[in-house]
């Protein structure tokens, strides 16, 4: 399989899961990207997307915004892949400008927020 690519075992999905992500997560904003991040036992980095609703009242902004984060993910998840093996993320990525900005701009602020990911997350661990 493609190290690039965002299988299903990718993906955080579960009522349970992501109650306990924002439960226990922390998070920081990368403008335009709000990220609640935890460690977790899992496999794989494990990664969801979301767009409000109250913010974009149509489903095809909210979806054209959610494949663009997607997408920038995809590219860039190498930066999390190359942690140890043993350190693992459940993540969420929130978008929360008002308005529609370009993929340039959401790409810029997923490569910000996935160094910034890596540093925390690495801190979390020695600290633990």
């Known amino acids: 399989m493609s190290e690039l690519g965002l299988s299903k075992s990718k993906r955080l999905k579960g009522e349970n899961a992501v109650k306990e992500l924002f439960a226990n997560g922390n998070s920081f904003v990368c403008y335009p990207l709000r990220v609640v991040y935890m460690c977790s036992g899992d496999e794989n980095n494990r990664v969801m997307f979301s767009v409000a609703k109250r913010l974009f009242k149509r489903a095809v902004w909210r979806n054209t915004l959610k494949r663009r984060m997607r997408e920038a993910y995809r590219l860039h998840q190498k930066q999390?892949?190359?942690?140890?093996?043993?350190?693992?993320?459940?993540?969420?990525?929130?978008?929360?400008?008002?308005?529609?900005?370009?993929?340039?701009?959401?790409?810029?602020?997923?490569?910000?927020?996935?160094?910034?990911?890596?540093?925390q997350i690495m801190e979390v661990r020695e600290q633990a």
């Open 80 to 119: 999390l892949n190359d942690l140890p093996e043993d350190v693992k993320a459940r993540i969420c990525y929130s978008y929360i400008a008002r308005e529609e900005l370009p993929y340039a701009v959401i790409e810029k602020a997923m490569i910000k927020s996935m160094r910034k990911l890596c540093k």
